[in-house]
């Protein structure tokens, strides 16, 4: 298995709600990445997790809540976010943190919020 | 400050023809650049790596340059098909690790 997935594909939420946005890889990776997207913009390096522990936080408003229950999984919780909030989340894993390991991206969440 | 600079931000071509995309970087140091291609609303999918050392790299129809002196690279697609129709992001990264991404080029590939 060499893909990232994640879900939803889309995902439509009021500013009120809560949602979670998942991200699986079964390539033994440990690091994963959450990155924010606009549209005809390049991705936004959002959290870095490496061995399952948060090593890097953009300076991410504290609406967005990252998790990693294990080396497979990474969530991102969602609660009280704003319009501008809408965008492409990707998820992305590698071999391991740093230069070497390239990162492979999964297809997106599609996030829009009302 | 470490940027990536990518040109044309958009480009149209026929089906069949080739065509060359820019990419100018100052990251330094220097560790690796790479060529994504992103669908819309898709994840970027990788299609060439190259580190200091290297200067060409193919990929079928893609073949990337590197120019660690003057800090250029330029991705080569060749007999253009409809389904070249992406968008193209370069990507350095530096010692830290962190990718260093360009704002892309949009390319539309018409019949």
């Known amino acids: 298995d060499t893909e990232v997935t994640q879900t939803p594909k889309h995902l439509v939420m009021g500013m009120t709600n809560k949602k979670s946005l998942k991200c699986e890889q079964h390539?033994?990776?440990?690091?994963m990445y959450w990155y924010k997207q606009k549209a005809k913009k390049p991705p936004e390096l959002m959290f870095v997790?490496?061995?399952?522990?948060?090593?890097i936080n953009e300076s991410v408003p504290s609406r967005f809540s990252p998790e990693c229950p294990n080396s497979s999984l990474l969530n991102l919780h969602l609660h009280a976010l704003q319009p501008e909030d809408s965008a492409l989340y990707l998820c992305?894993?590698?071999?391991?943190?740093?230069?070497?390991?390239?990162?492979?991206f999964g297809p997106g969440t599609r996030l829009t919020v009302t | 400050k470490n940027q990536v600079e990518q040109s044309p931000q958009s480009l149209i071509i026929l089906e069949g023809k080739n065509c060359t995309l820019q990419?100018?970087?100052?990251?330094?140091?220097?560790?690796?650049l790479r060529w994504y291609k992103q669908d819309t609303g898709r994840g970027p999918v990788s299609l060439t790596i190259?580190?200091?050392?290297?200067n060409t790299k193919s990929n079928g129809r893609y073949t990337a340059t590197l120019d660690a002196d003057t800090k250029q690279s330029s991705l080569h697609i060749t007999a253009s098909q409809l389904s070249d129709s992406a968008s193209y992001i370069c990507?350095?990264?530096?010692?830290?690790?962190?990718?260093?991404f360009g704002q892309g080029t949009t390319l539309q590939v018409k019949p």
């Open positions: 992305a894993s590698s071999q391991g943190p740093g230069v070497p390991y390239e990162q492979y």
């Open positions: 390539m033994g990776h440990r690091a």
């Open positions: 997790y490496s061995y399952e522990k948060l090593s």
């Open positions: 990419c100018n970087y100052t990251v330094s140091p220097f560790s690796n």
């Open positions: 190259m580190t200091f050392s290297e």
């Open positions: 990507v350095v990264t530096g010692n830290t690790g962190k990718l260093i």
